[in-house]
């Protein structure tokens, strides 16, 4: 690895969409599965602790920072290779580009993801979805590498995508590529569908101020972001974590926040929210890091 992919005491703000975290001990950034190979293997030998993570947009990392070694999946290993209506994508690549490489192939299926700001490798561990789509509608394998160094393919059936889920939330593995099954489409119509995706984002969500994106699940029988609001707390504020004022289902950083403030202004809500509504609000948002 060279100088620049080793990044020792990093701040954890600089690599995460929330812009909020202490340091990371040991940031690492692999640019190939053989490099992968080899770090997994060698953080087991040395029962270093450890922490995978892709563009940082779905996740709080706690004020103490991180402990051991962290590998982040990024544009080092983003490419993308179209085959007819087949994609296969690096782990580190973003959705958005993911979304528009498939539109300038005349492939149907990821227009949805044009604004969700993670990586392919995030939006494939936590099963990302908006606007009725979600991941497992289009994934048809997944490659990746154990603890121990060895290389694993998945097929789609054994990948357990449920809601948010999938199975390298229990795994540990980490995911260095995604094969994707798409639509033959019309780019004109690929492109429509990605501008009212966009434009229905941009009116609706907070994208002007740091977040993790949509911060509670979607209760069974409810929206989030309407039990929040009917609560009436659009605009609570704990120190720099804010419930945005433009869609209440998002904790903003409206300056200065610490995971601390997110902390508080979550367990806030979900009291308010259970005392009005009897109805008990789970964190989307990953949380990782010392306390």
């Keep these: ?17 929330f812009k909020i975290g202490g340091p990371a001990d040991c940031l690492l950034l692999p640019k190939s599965l053989e490099e992968t190979q080899r770090l997994l293997t060698l953080v087991q030998e040395y029962e270093l602790p450890l922490t ?9 990392v706690r004020d103490k920072g ?7 999946f990024a544009r080092n290993m983003s490419a993308i290779r179209v085959d007819g209506s087949r994609m296969v994508v690096g ?5 958005k580009d993911v979304s528009d490489a498939a539109a300038d192939h005349c492939l149907a299926g990821l227009e949805y993801a044009c604004g969700i700001p993670g990586s392919i490798g995030g939006a494939v561990f936590m099963n990302a979805g908006a606007y009725g789509g979600e991941m497992k509608n289009v994934v048809k394998s997944v490659k990746a590498v ?20 999938s199975i390298f939330q229990s795994n540990g593995e980490a ?3 995604v094969e994707l099954e798409l639509t033959p489409g019309e780019e004109s119509a690929i492109r429509a569908a990605i501008a009212d995706f966009t434009a229905r984002r ?13 911060t509670f699940k979607r209760p069974e029988g409810y929206f989030a972001g309407t039990l929040i609001d009917q609560t009436g707390l659009k605009g609570l504020q704990v120190g720099g974590a804010q419930i945005s004022t433009k869609h209440a289902g998002f904790v903003v950083n409206a300056g200065g926040a610490t995971a601390e403030d997110v902390l508080n202004l979550i367990k806030e809500v979900q009291k308010r929210v259970k005392e009005a509504h009897g109805v008990e609000l789970q964190p989307e948002v990953r949380m990782i890091g010392e306390i």
Excluded at 91 to 95: C, F, M, P, S, T
Excluded at 146 to 165: F, N, Q
């Design 146 to 165: 154990t603890r121990s160094g060895e290389v694993k393919t998945y097929a789609k059936d054994e990948l357990e995508l449920g809601y948010r889920h």
């Design 202 to 214: 941009e009116s609706k969500q907070p994208l002007e101020m740091p977040s993790a994106g949509s």
């Design 52 to 60: 995978i993570i892709g563009n940082g947009s779905n996740m709080l």
């Design 91 to 95: 782990a580190g690549a973003l959705l």
């Design 1 to 17: 690895m060279t100088q620049d992919q080793i990044l020792l005491d990093a701040s954890m703000r600089e690599h995460t969409t």
């Design 175 to 177: 995911i260095v590529e």
């Design 66 to 72: 991180i402990r051991g070694v962290v590998i982040k």
